[in-house]
């Protein structure tokens, strides 16, 4: 088995928003702020819940792609159990599926593939707001990930440190997270990485900052974390392997890309503070030299 590389609700609903009708969109967005529990009710619920008509609901779903209401609800569901699977879950599934071939092989393919169909999926323009933003010295920016997402968001901020002032990883103790959010004023940033399963501790502190008027940057999967009702604007790359572990792949992908992005936005600012850091390095000695 490889990665599946048939798209989600979400990413539907992102590649064909602009196919939608204005009360189409309504739903859609509904949607997206509650994913995918929003549309797991009646049709008659979601309607209502969304303030549309069931055949807004019906036209959507055919939009989409599916032949009714069922079919569409169908897919929301399995997706919901996708984000749902642990490690020995995922691991038997591709272990019952696997195709022929080395596991270099297998898991080279759903990378490829996992990077190939994000690529497809990502809005340039979200991501070029997203650089521009993280450019903007007028905020602060603040970075954190989960259990096992901290590793990218310590690498993130490691180099938004050295390309510009006031950034901050967050420690990995969530009850140390409110003082941060006490230093962060309306307009600052959050990034924050959360994938499947979702963290609640990650969602409790997109809320806080929600409150306080924290713009959110998410990087998530394509299940979409419940973050993304709360972020001002959402990364989502797929993230399934050959493996009981999710991959970080095409995550580390983006966030290496948006590095480079924010660096050139601000290229004589960072040159200057990287010559710095060189020197502050040599005083030091942090790095070998070459004998003379």
């Not at 010559?275 to 502050?280: Q, S």
Request: glycine share 4%; no cysteine.
């Amino acid at each position: 088995m490889v990665a599946s590389s048939q798209p989600t609700i979400s990413e539907l609903i992102r590649t064909r928003y602009s196919d939608l009708t204005r009360k189409e969109r309504k739903f859609a967005d509904i949607l997206l702020a509650n994913y995918p529990v929003a549309g797991l009710a009646s049709i008659t619920e979601v309607a209502d819940n969304a303030g549309v008509s069931t055949p807004t609901i019906l036209r959507t779903a055919k939009k989409l792609g599916f032949k009714g209401f069922p079919g569409f609800q169908s897919a929301l569901r399995r997706e919901l159990k996708e984000t749902l699977a642990n490690p020995i879950a995922k691991h038997e599934r591709w272990a019952s599926e696997a195709p022929e071939g080395h596991i270099l092989n297998q898991f080279a393919d759903a990378t490829m593939e996992n990077l190939s169909s994000s690529l497809r999926q990502i809005d340039h323009r979200t991501f070029d707001k997203v650089s521009k933003l993280l450019a903007d010295e007028d905020r602060k920016i603040a970075v954190v990930g989960g259990r096992l997402s901290h590793a990218l968001a310590d690498y993130l901020a490691t180099h938004l440190q050295v390309v510009r002032n006031d950034v901050t990883l967050l420690s990995t103790s969530p009850s140390r997270w409110p003082h941060h959010l006490l230093n962060m004023s309306k307009g600052d940033v959050l990034v924050l990485f959360d994938v499947r399963r979702y963290e609640a501790n990650l969602s409790d502190l997109a809320r806080l900052a929600e409150k306080r008027g924290i713009r959110i940057v998410l990087f998530t999967d394509q299940w979409m974390s419940p973050v993304s009702g709360r972020a001002a604007h959402t990364l989502a790359v797929r993230i399934e392997v050959p493996s009981g572990w999710d991959s970080a792949v095409v995550t580390m992908f983006m966030v290496e890309a948006l590095v480079a992005a924010v660096e050139t936005h601000r290229w004589p600012q960072t040159r200057a503070r990287i010559k710095d850091l060189e020197k502050l390095f040599d005083d030091t000695r942090r790095f070998l030299k070459k004998p003379e």
